[in-house]
Nanobody, 122 residues
Framework: VQLVESGGGLVQPGGSLRLSCAASGFTLSSYYMSWVRQAPGKGLEWDSDINSGGGSTYYADSVKGRFTISRDNAKNTLYLQMNSLKPEDTALYYC????????????????WGQGTQVTVAS
């Protein structure tokens, strides 16, 4: 199993980025998947997830209306479209596979990517 993120970079406030997470070794559509960030000096923060069927998506209040999670089953790739970016969105962004669901928005992750850096600054 491997998850490889890409698409991060430096963007001005108000700009957009699309992160990708290429999955291999398993079928992406069979699992809940999440995007999780870690800002400098802070802990992990869940941003969004998508269910195994792809019909339901969930967002943290801090990103709701600005970020969109999606996946391309043919490419076995997860995406995070980020619009209206703010300096506080600066973080290392990870995609993660949900290994066990403990409750609503409470997960144990069994695989993580290496992360892609997003920096929002003028």
């Amino acid at each position: 199993v491997q998850l490889v993120e890409s698409g991060g970079g430096l963007v001005q406030p108000g700009g957009s980025l699309r992160l990708s997470c290429a999955a291999s070794g398993f079928t992406l559509s069979s699992y809940y998947m999440s995007w999780v960030r870690q800002a400098p000096g802070k802990g992990l923060e869940w941003d969004s997830d998508i269910n195994s069927g792809g019909g339901s998506t969930y967002y943290a209040d801090s990103v709701k209306g600005r970020f969109t999670i999606s996946r391309d089953n043919a490419k076995n790739t997860l995406y995070l479209q980020m619009n209206s970016l703010k300096p506080e969105d600066t973080a290392l962004y990870y995609c993660a596979r949900v290994g066990d669901r403990l409750g609503p928005r409470e997960y144990e992750y069994d695989y993580w990517g290496q992360g892609t850096q997003v920096t929002v600054a003028s």
